[in-house]
Nanobody, 118 residues
Framework: QVQLVESGGGLVQAGGSLRLSCAAS????????MGWYRQAPGKQRELVAT???????NYADFVKGRFTISRDNAKNTVYLQMNSLKPEDTAVYYC????????????WGQGTQVTVSS
């Protein structure tokens, strides 16, 4: 059974950095698209960044120039380097993995809390 486990969240001051990791288990074949989403209290879950199996990336406008997504296909792991963090980045960050092209059923992690203090 496939499981995604996020790690790396925590409390950081504004302007600081964090690196999130999402490790997938139960699957030996690389996922198609992997990505990070976030959900702040009282708000809908929103896309942060995605990366394809070939390394093509896509970012939400509000993180461009501050966050970098990367992946290690051999480890089925995706990362999110977050720099210049702002209080409005405070949210639970979730990892998502699409098993293959065209799949509508995706895997989600349990989330990791990121809190940015002002």
């Amino acid at each position: 059974q496939v499981q995604l486990v996020e790690s790396g969240g925590g409390l950081v001051q504004a302007g600081g950095s964090l690196r999130l990791s999402c490790a997938a288990s139960g699957r030996t074949v690389s996922f198609n698209v992997m990505g990070w989403y976030r959900q702040a209290p009282g708000k809908q879950r929103e896309l942060v960044a995605t990366i394809s199996s070939s390394g093509n990336t896509n970012y939400a406008d509000f993180v461009k120039g501050r966050f970098t997504i990367s992946r290690d296909n051999a480890k089925n792991t995706v990362y999110l380097q977050m720099n210049s963090l702002k209080p409005e980045d405070t949210a639970v960050y979730y990892c998502k993995a699409q098993p293959f092209i065209g799949s509508v059923a995706n895997y989600w992690g349990q989330g990791t809390q990121v809190t940015v203090s002002s």
